[in-house]
């Protein structure tokens, strides 16, 4: 007699061998759930910078400064800002970043992917008068918190006279 079907215990075999490899793969998702979200921001902080780059190439200078702004839902860096949370727009109207809208830049200024307290992009100008500054504003930095690492990712402007280079610190 010829039996072509499985023994219990081959089957149990097979069950412990699938829980093993999924349970392997749940492990490590958050983690790779973090590195894409680390990836978007450093995307985002190069479109914002290319952006204001191209404002210099208009303008001669980067958008006036006013103040130190953030993207966060709640108080970041620079402090509390009312949000307009229905339209889903973080930044600030009052903030520098959105002369870079009414460029046609972009078409809403982008924002963490988690954007709370912790995970926001903060952005600041240097303005006339600061390090040199003879114009509106002539630098400036914008930062997140990568998840990954904990530390904090900043981009600068070409022109930063601190000598910067994009990266973590």
């Given at each position: 007699?010829?039996?072509n079907?499985?023994?219990l215990?081959e089957?149990?075999?097979v069950?412990?061998?699938i829980?093993?490899?999924?349970s392997?793969?749940?492990v490590?998702f958050?983690g790779?759930m973090?590195g894409?979200?680390d990836?978007?921001?450093?995307?985002?902080?190069?479109t914002?910078?290319s952006?204001l780059?191209?404002y210099?190439?208009?303008?001669?200078?980067y958008?006036?400064?006013?103040?130190?702004?953030?993207?966060?839902?709640?108080?970041?860096?620079?402090g509390?800002v009312?949000?307009?949370?229905?339209?889903?727009?973080?930044?600030d109207?009052?903030?520098d970043?959105q002369?870079?809208?009414?460029?046609?830049?972009f078409g809403?200024?982008?924002?963490?992917?988690?954007?709370?307290s912790?995970?926001?992009?903060?952005y600041?100008p240097?303005?006339?008068g600061?390090?040199?500054?003879?114009v509106?504003?002539?630098?400036?930095?914008?930062?997140?918190?990568?998840?990954?690492?904990?530390?904090?990712?900043?981009?600068?402007?070409?022109?930063?006279?601190?000598?910067?280079?994009?990266?973590?610190?």
């Amino acid at each position: 007699m010829n039996n072509n079907a499985f023994t219990l215990i081959e089957l149990l075999i097979v069950i412990a061998i699938i829980g093993l490899l999924a349970s392997a793969v749940l492990v490590s998702f958050p983690g790779a759930m973090a590195g894409a979200r680390d990836g978007i921001r450093k995307q985002d902080l190069s479109t914002i910078r290319s952006a204001l780059e191209e404002y210099w190439d208009i303008y001669g200078h980067y958008p006036p400064e006013a103040l130190c702004w953030d993207s966060s839902v709640g108080c970041g860096g620079c402090g509390c800002v009312v949000f307009d949370f229905p339209n889903g727009d973080y930044w600030d109207a009052n903030s520098d970043l959105q002369d870079l809208v009414a460029q046609k830049s972009f078409g809403k200024i982008p924002i963490d992917p988690i954007n709370n307290s912790i995970y926001y992009y903060s952005y600041e100008p240097g303005g006339a008068g600061q390090e040199g500054c003879l114009v509106n504003s002539c630098e400036w930095y914008i930062c997140c918190r990568l998840e990954t690492t904990g530390a904090n990712y900043c981009v600068y402007s070409v022109r930063n006279s601190d000598g910067f280079a994009e990266g973590g610190y």
